[in-house]
């Protein structure tokens, strides 16, 4: 939280990057899995920045970066990131060659697209295995038909990736289970295996592969309480009072009059909306902090401001209201806020729209 002289400079509402405290998980997460360090930097780095993170994220030495697309990866060569740039969403053949000039890593499942990167002059690329999610990869059981490709132009790695990590429903172990049988019947063990997100690795002991791809947990979001390893908050969501209002018993708040008062109420209003990526379903459930203590959403989320009650905390305008992240002691997790409005925590930090000014702290 900025001092009061700094304050005034501030935006009306900012996302505050704590750069030291990604660092940090990252550190945690690399050292709890002894294993190295592919950090998913994909949707802008889950919309934090992708750019000032993987500079960040340079000093803990990562072995790769991780992203979805040719352009994220095409962003952090234009910005001089120099090491491996893993593109983990299947890329068409006609699209082949503009990654290989960007220097990019493919991941890749047939041998048609084998072929064709070893006609284009070859390089590392890692194979993707599908055990269950049946979104990208050759499957578990067919690796054997790539053969003959994977003998021409072997991978740098292969990989496969959980569906349910999160949770402690055998299904982790099954496709592990897929994976190994699958890399059995490789004409020769790549040199790099890797295959767990956050979840699978801060819910484990030390990895068993040789790379970890955490995205969520560099970022703050925790994998489940019953997680051996928990991250640090990294994101902050503050936004100053713009205007408070007394509201007289039986008067209604927001749009549809979702939310009435029973007594009379003081309410104040930040310009932060569902346009910033605070989301519709926090509507008459979420809740904030002032000075510490938790105050709630009255009424709908509109597109550029929400309400919040405040009566009897002393507010003033230009007080800073956290949505998200640490205010004193008290702290609102992702997990928290989007269990409020039941929705995804994934979806409300990469969701966040650019309309909040990214503040980044912790830069050196
Ligand atoms: C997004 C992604 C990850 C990271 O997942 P988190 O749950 O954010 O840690 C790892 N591997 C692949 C292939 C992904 O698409």
Redesign the pocket.
């Known amino acids: 939280m900025p001092t009061q002289s700094s304050l005034d400079a501030m935006p009306r509402a900012w996302v505050e990057v704590d750069l030291a405290a990604l660092v940090r998980n990252a550190r945690a997460i690399t050292a709890h899995a002894r294993a190295r360090l592919i950090p998913?930097i994909?949707a802008d780095a889950?919309g934090l920045g992708a750019v000032p993170v993987a500079g960040a994220l340079e000093r803990v030495d990562p072995f790769a970066y991780?992203v979805?697309s040719i352009i994220e990866g095409e962003e952090l060569r234009g910005a001089g990131i120099s090491r491996p740039i893993i593109v983990?969403?299947p890329t068409l053949l006609s699209d082949l060659p503009r990654l290989r000039s960007a220097g990019l890593t493919p991941s890749l499942e047939s041998s048609e697209s084998i072929h064709a990167w070893a006609a284009l002059g070859g390089g590392d690329w890692h194979l993707a295995i599908e055990t269950g999610m049946h979104r990208a990869g050759i499957a578990w059981d067919r690796v054997g038909e790539l053969s003959d490709a994977l003998r021409a132009c072997p991978p740098a790695a292969a990989?496969t990736?959980y569906h349910s990590?999160e949770a402690d429903d055998g299904s982790l172990e099954r496709q592990e289970r897929r994976f190994r049988d699958a890399l059995g019947s490789l004409p020769a063990q790549p040199a790099l295996l890797h295959a767990e997100?956050?979840?699978a690795?801060a819910r484990r002991q030390s990895s068993p592969w040789h790379c970890i791809?955490?995205?969520?947990?560099l970022y703050g979001?925790g994998s489940g309480e019953t997680a051996a390893l928990q991250p640090e908050p990294v994101v902050h969501i503050r936004a100053k009072i713009l205007e408070r209002r007394q509201v007289a018993a039986n008067e209604t708040v927001s749009y549809h009059a979702l939310w009435t008062a029973q007594e009379p109420r003081e309410i104040a209003t930040i310009a932060v909306g569902y346009g910033d990526g605070y989301r519709r379903h926090l509507s008459n459930v979420g809740r904030g902090l002032l000075a510490g203590r938790e105050v709630p959403v009255v009424g709908a989320v509109t597109m550029d401001m929400t309400m919040f009650d405040v009566t009897g905390h002393g507010a003033r305008d230009g007080d800073v209201l956290t949505l998200l992240g640490r205010d004193g002691d008290a702290l609102l997790t992702f997990e928290q806020v989007a269990a409020w409005g039941a929705f995804s925590p994934?979806e409300l930090i990469t969701g966040l729209r650019q309309r909040l000014q990214r503040v980044y702290s912790g830069a050196q």
């Open positions: 998913m994909k889950y991780g979805s983990f969403t990989f990736h990590a997100n956050s979840a690795t791809r955490p995205g969520a947990f979001l994934y």
